[in-house]
């Protein structure tokens, strides 16, 4: 069987982006991190490969064949796709996001993707993911695979209407496909995405370049043998000015110092959440040596003490488990010395007693911690804050519906405020109706 040297160009690159991934994911998780989170390498490799595929399909949009129609389709969803990735410019602009999108869209960015999906997990997300991937199987593998079939109205579907992809990209498809899923929990979305974006730069640039040379897209066998030459050159240089593209836009952005100081928020968040993932798979040291980098960042906050106290102790470390809790509650015991009613430090002395195994300290902590928040609420009802701290206390209690009730009022008096939007839904979840708990910790303030 003859070997195209496009079909090699575009499978080994296929394997260096999975390999690539791979090896960042179990041994270099920071790097692992810049390649998956926004504004970023990986995302901006994924614009950039939905504007290059645009631009091709523009290209084809404008000849004279039966699938312009197809092509003109295809150049307006991608033009969206591209305008959404970059919020419509506010990450390049830096615009205010409007007040509705600030109230409804989950990541309160200026898109509208995000009214649906985002780092919440919805039922909505969660059935647009098996959406995605099964019309990526099936437009990138199974359809392909049918037109080559006998049948008639197949064949003309596709010479006139819906051309299919080379058969040689069904692994971008198929694994894109499964990773779409998120099933290890691990922002694998963000490699889909890269995935599918290279595939359909490919696809256009395979389909353009074929019609220039009034060649048959889908029998590439019967090319002259310099001609895949050609073509593999043409998608090796697409690939290249996408890497370039991503590289610049990364570093140009980054040294903004506005968005230097988001990013490294952004990422200082993202390294307790990969440390939380590290630790799922008992990935001990990538979890310790993540949450030393948020310690190291934020050194007084004990929530972040008590979480590497977990992992020492997971981790068979008693003396790193008694270092860390240690330190955590020398701080909250003199946070309390010096204000005895902060209901927040009460409920952070009662996370760490009960780490530590003194369940009647924590009881007696966790009791006053609800006694005040739940003055601070009768004395304050229409407060957002006091409803949020309320819940968080009926929910240590064991007061399931109390805590909902509670959580649903914060979010409700302010929408737009993230730390109360996540908690309700959080508890939505948790209680069997929709999304995921909200994980311990004292790091908001009353």
Not at 14 to 19: A, D, G, H
Not at 223 to 246: C, D, E, K, T, Y
Not at 314 to 342: C, D, R, T, V, W
């Amino acid at each position: 069987m003859r070997i195209l040297p496009h079909n090699l160009m575009a499978f080994s690159y296929f394997l260096v982006v999975i390999v690539a991934y791979a090896v960042m994911a179990i041994w270099y998780p920071i790097a692992y991190m810049w390649a998956t989170y926004e504004d970023l390498y990986g995302e901006w490799a994924q614009t950039f490969y939905f504007t290059l595929a645009f631009v091709f399909s523009i290209t084809l949009a404008i000849t004279r064949s039966q699938q312009r129609l197809f092509f003109s389709l295809l150049a307006a969803a991608l033009f969206y796709v591209v305008m959404e990735e970059i919020s419509w410019g506010q990450r390049i602009i830096g615009f205010e996001t409007p007040e509705l999108l600030m109230e409804h869209n989950i990541q309160q960015e200026a898109n509208l993707h995000n009214l649906l999906t985002g780092p919440i997990d919805t039922w909505i997300k969660r059935a647009l993911e098996y959406v995605l991937a099964t019309a990526f199987v099936g437009y990138g593998l199974i359809y392909p695979l049918l037109i080559r079939s006998p049948i008639t109205w197949l064949k003309q579907l596709e010479s006139r209407w819906l051309p299919a992809p080379p058969l040689y990209l069904w692994p971008y498809f198929v694994v894109a496909a499964y990773l779409e899923l998120d099933y290890l929990d691990f922002n694998e979305a963000e490699v889909a995405e890269v995935l599918i974006g290279a595939a359909m730069t490919i696809f256009c640039a395979h389909y353009w370049f074929a019609r220039q040379r009034n060649l048959d897209v889908h029998r590439p066998v019967d090319w002259p043998p310099a001609v895949s030459w050609r073509l593999a050159l043409l998608l090796m240089g697409v690939i290249a000015l996408n890497g370039f593209l991503s590289i610049v836009t990364t570093q140009v952005l980054y040294r903004n110092p506005v968005n230097t100081v988001k990013t490294d928020n952004r990422l200082l968040n993202g390294y307790e959440k990969f440390a939380d993932r590290y630790a799922g798979y008992d990935r001990w040291q990538h979890a310790i040596d993540l949450y030393l980098i948020v310690h190291r960042t934020e050194p007084s906050r004990t929530s972040v003490m008590r979480r590497l106290a977990d992992i020492y102790q997971k981790s068979g470390n008693i003396h790193g488990f008694n270092k860390y809790n240690q330190m955590a509650l020398n701080i909250l015991l003199a946070m309390q010395a010096e204000n005895p009613n902060k209901a927040s430090t009460h409920l952070a002395l009662y996370f760490t007693y009960r780490q530590r195994g003194l369940a009647s300290r924590a009881v007696y902590h966790l009791q006053q911690a609800h006694a005040l928040t739940k003055q601070r609420y009768e004395q304050s009802p229409e407060s957002a804050n006091s409803a949020y701290w309320l819940a968080k206390t009926y929910r240590e209690l064991g007061d399931w519906r109390s805590a909902s009730e509670y959580f649903r009022q914060a979010f409700e008096r302010e929408p737009a405020t993230m730390k109360y939007r996540k908690a309700y839904f959080a508890m939505k979840q948790y209680t069997g109706q929709g999304v995921a708990q909200e994980s311990e910790g004292d790091n908001d303030d009353e």
